[in-house]
Nanobody
Framework: QVQPLDFGGGLAQPGESLRLSCVAS????????IGWFRQVPGKEREGVAC????????AYADSVKGRFLISRDNAENTVYLQMNSLKPEDTAVYYC???????????????????WGRGTQVTVSS
């Protein structure tokens, strides 16, 4: 079993950057696909980015393509979400999630039966 721990959120101004981290503890963490989703109260969960266990495949939501970059360091059991050119609409609680099945990992439904972190708040405001 894997247990994700997500952190790195905070307050940023529009146009600034933040980097989120997800440390996936567990002996087999490297075999899990890791994804990030975000949640705003009253809105549906949105898959933001995901990366395959080997790090060779990644997917992004259209809303973040060209601005966010997901990467992983399996030696450190860590996945990073580099968020650049932040916008106020990126404000949300961000969760990382781990799942062995990586098919369609950007879909909101993929996160339903995954192991989640506790979430980290990202606020983008001037």
């Amino acid at each position: 079993q894997v247990q994700p721990l997500d952190f790195g959120g905070g307050l940023a101004q529009p146009g600034e950057s933040l980097r989120l981290s997800c440390v996936a503890s567990g002996a087999t963490a490297a075999v899990y696909t890791i994804g990030w989703f975000r949640q705003v109260p009253g809105k549906e969960r949105e898959g933001v980015a995901c990366i395959s266990s080997g790090g060779d495949h990644a997917a992004y939501a259209d809303s973040v393509k060209g601005r966010f970059l997901i990467s992983r360091d399996n030696a450190e059991n860590t996945v990073y979400l580099q968020m650049n050119s932040l916008k106020p609409e990126d404000t949300a609680v961000y969760y990382c999630a781990a799942k062995r099945d990586g098919e369609n990992c950007i879909a909101a439904s993929w996160f339903e039966h995954a192991y989640w972190g506790r979430g980290t708040q990202v606020t983008v405001s001037s």
